[in-house]
């Protein structure tokens, strides 16, 4: 009922930017949190960075300074910008959102099907 899509991953050097775009449809009567995680080779998915609606963003430690996440409100996208990458930050970038459905106004968490990010030492 509620489906994410994200682009812009790829191969990058270290040291290079990337922008990850993630675009929410379907029965959405509001979106709360929007955020992207990553996981890693042999590794869990884990929070990279959130936004709330209203604008409140947390990072995960090891991004900070490097990654800037935004949001449009109005056109329900969540953006991820990624500089100075480092061959650690590889792992397949998955965007998350939850809210309310327009349908019976019933809670939701939804996923993206994830990107690829490859960052080359």
Known sequence: QVRLVEAG?????????????????????????????????????????????GGSTNYADSVKGRFTIS?????????LQMISLKPEDTGVYYCYADGILTFGRRPYDAWGQGTQVTVSS
């Open 71 to 79: 949001r449009d409100n109005a056109q329900n996208t969540v953006h």
């Open 9 to 53: 991953g790829g191969l990058v050097q270290a040291g290079g930017s990337l922008r990850l775009s993630c675009d929410a449809s379907g029965s959405i009567l509001s979106i709360n949190r929007m955020g992207w995680y990553c996981q890693a080779p042999g590794k869990q998915r884990e929070l990279v960075a959130a936004v709330t609606r």
